[in-house]
């Protein structure tokens, strides 16, 4: 099983570059995330869409858009690219709104983003 | 304001050692999560627990409810325990699906 595929691994941008980072799950779950790695400050959610054709905003969304394109689908875009994006960006999906079991996330590998 | 508190950030221990990483928080919780993150990068869920003890291999993961507080320990540590443990609990209310994460503890088994 493929779980959570995220592409591209590694990219390093120019300040002002746009790019889409892409995610795919293959286990029919409904809920979706994107979130920003970095030192010393654990996970923060930078948008998280709970089914197909819903995004909401986490902590972090400025300088972010997403795109539900159908349930196994959910794309992170930078439109126009910042030092300050600098950061491993995981993508990550659950099942379901209720019950606790289905509330465990499925991690994707990360994408290593430099912006220089 | 952290909701989600770990400790030690940092944790070198020898091969064979009993090792114990802890998690507290402020918010009342239906469950806690602890997650694995391997060298490369890469998360995996260890355990989710609402009360009580599991038990997974030589990884044990604890929860006391009314002190708001987890423990996650792993017996006779190897080398390949090497990673960051994360603590993770999630938000009440319509963003139950949302999580407060803790900054995770740094572990390093040495042979």
């Known amino acids: 099983n493929a779980g959570v595929t995220q592409t591209p691994k590694f990219q390093v941008l120019k300040t002002g570059q746009s790019m889409t980072l892409q995610c795919a799950q293959d286990m029919n779950h409904n809920s979706m995330y994107w979130y920003r790695q970095d030192p010393g400050m654990g996970l923060r959610l930078i948008y998280y869409?709970?089914?197909?054709?819903?995004?909401d905003k986490g902590e972090v969304p400025n300088g972010y858009n997403v795109s539900r394109l159908n349930k196994r689908e959910f794309s992170l875009r930078l439109e126009s690219a910042a030092p300050s994006q600098t950061s491993v960006y995981f993508c990550?999906?659950?099942?379901?709104?209720?019950?606790?079991?289905?509330?465990?996330?499925?991690f994707g590998a990360g994408t290593r983003l430099s912006v220089l | 304001k952290n909701e989600v508190e770990q400790s030690p950030q940092n944790l070198t221990a020898q091969e064979g050692e009993f090792i114990t990483i802890n998690c507290s928080y402020s918010v009342g919780i239906s469950a806690l999560h602890w997650l694995q993150q391997h060298p490369g990068g890469g998360i995996v869920s260890l355990f989710m627990l609402s009360s009580g003890k599991k038990k997974h291999g030589r990884l044990i993961a604890t929860i006391n409810i009314q002190e708001k507080h987890s423990s996650l320990h792993i017996t006779a540590s190897h080398p390949r325990d090497s990673a960051v443990y994360i603590c993770a609990v999630p938000r009440v209310g319509i963003k139950r699906n949302q999580f407060y994460f803790g900054t995770g503890t740094s572990l390093t088994v040495i042979p």
């Open positions: 990550a999906s659950s099942e379901a709104s209720t019950g606790l079991a289905k509330n465990i996330q499925y």
């Open positions: 869409s709970a089914s197909e054709g819903t995004t």
